[in-house]
């Protein structure tokens, strides 16, 4: 791996020193993760190639987004750089803490009702498309929910898990009828800013209780999405939603309508790891929409 070009970027925004104490390295999805300690800073470094600086870039800016909400924490992104044949994305190391992440919980809850009430659009989207999970994610601007869920959320992954023969793509020969569903089943309200990949593992905390967020997909969406992504595979307990409802309350029959926000994730699963998510995408298809 090309150290050098690693150390002139981190001398850049002066972060590099001699005598590091520790550097740890793992795998991540699609990149090398290092944990680089000095006696001065603590870093996290996502180590990409070249060819995804697009995701680097998405990712530095959906963390800085969120940080200037000033309703949520992010680490502190240094810099986001393509040097030679690689990306790097560098900002603070979280000393995680497994108690912490149960303390936060109420917290977080406030926090995160605080970000969708107090950051809010004209239009759902967002100024540049970014990725989800390392697939892409369009953000083209509309006032319409139903058809910005439909024609930048689930058509663009239904085309995708058909072209991997994995869905038929006749779930695409009804999209005015698709959209009309949408538009009865979720209720009007003002575009909020979101995480956008709200699942457990993309909340940490410290072990003083203090949450932050990472690895975002953001946009401004309606901000059913985000509590109904909590939900999909679990990691939030009742104080997060207690907290949230004490803020913004979700308007009713919210949990009758929380899979059709659910069905957006598990079709990127579906289209990250294959035929084990087709069933219970399926299964919300039928329901809501119908069989193709």
Not at 59 to 66: N, P, Q, R, S, V
Request: hydrophobic share 35%.
């Amino acid at each position: 791996m090309d150290f050098d070009s690693l150390y002139e970027v981190l001398k850049s925004v002066d972060l590099h020193q001699e005598g590091i104490d520790a550097v740890h390295f793992s795998d991540g999805k699609g990149c090398k993760l290092l944990t680089y300690r000095t006696d001065r800073n603590s870093l996290f470094i996502k180590w990409y190639s070249a060819k995804d600086w697009g995701q680097v870039e998405a990712e530095a800016e959906g963390l800085k987004t969120l940080g200037k909400s000033g309703s949520i924490r992010c680490p502190t992104v240094y810099i986001s750089i393509k040097r030679g044949n690689n990306s790097f994305l560098i900002m603070d190391n979280i000393e995680v803490s497994s108690a912490g992440r149960r303390a936060s919980m109420g917290a977080f809850g406030q926090q995160l009702a605080r970000l969708h009430k107090e950051n809010q659009s004209a239009a759902f989207g967002y100024e540049r498309n970014n990725y989800i999970g390392g697939l892409h994610q369009e953000n083209g601007k509309t006032v319409d929910w139903s058809e910005f869920y439909y024609f930048n959320r689930l058509a663009p992954q239904i085309r995708l898990a058909s072209e991997k023969g994995l869905l038929s793509r006749d779930l695409l020969s009804r999209e005015n009828e698709w959209i009309k569903i949408l538009e009865i089943e979720c209720p009007e309200e003002p575009p909020s800013l979101v995480h956008g990949d709200l699942w457990g593992g993309n909340l940490i905390a410290d072990e003083e209780g203090n949450p932050y967020v990472i690895d975002p997909a953001v946009a401004y969406c309606h901000r059913e999405i985000d509590i109904a992504m909590t939900q999909l595979f679990g990691g939030f307990n009742p104080e997060f939603y207690k907290a949230y409802q004490s803020i913004y309350p979700l308007q009713p029959g919210y949990v009758d309508r929380m899979e059709i926000y659910q069905l957006y994730f598990l079709l990127v699963h579906v289209n990250l790891f294959g035929r084990s998510y087709v069933g219970s995408t399926m299964r919300i298809i039928e329901k809501y929409f119908g069989a193709p």
